[in-house]
Nanobody, 117 residues
Framework: QVKFEESGGGLGHPGGSLRLSCAAS????????MGWYRQAPGKEREFVAR???????YSSPYLKGRFTISRDNGENTVYLQMNSLTPDDTAVYYC???????????WGQGTQVSVSS
């Protein structure tokens, strides 16, 4: 059983920034991987960024460097710094964890991000 505490969503403005956080706990002392997906209205869920334990983080190229993922391994918390927001970033952002190599993703409940002027 994994518990998630996601925060930081809400209303952002074009060109502005938001920072999401996701604290996960349970099942294992350390998650193999933590990361983020997002799902915009009427679209499929898409990968945003991942933070494997002990390895370099990776953000999707289509974000063009606007979003940065970081991870606090001691707290099993992952952050998503989102800069230069556009209305196309409006979506529900889902945190996920992977317990061990090859295990399926376990999803958080999601947090809404809306970007509007």
């Amino acid at each position: 059983q994994v518990k998630f505490e996601e925060s930081g969503g809400g209303l952002g403005h074009p060109g502005g920034s938001l920072r999401l956080s996701c604290a996960a706990s349970g099942s294992v002392a350390r998650f193999y991987e933590m990361g983020w997906y997002r799902q915009a209205p009427g679209k499929e869920r898409e990968f945003v960024a991942r933070a494997p334990w002990g390895e370099e983080t990776y953000s999707s190229p289509y974000l063009k460097g606007r979003f940065t993922i970081s991870r606090d391994n001691g707290e099993n918390t992952v952050y998503l710094q989102m800069n230069s927001l556009t209305p196309d970033d409006t979506a529900v952002y889902y945190c996920y964890v992977i317990l061990r190599n090859g295990a399926p993703l376990i999803w958080g409940q999601g947090t809404q991000v809306s970007v509007s002027s």
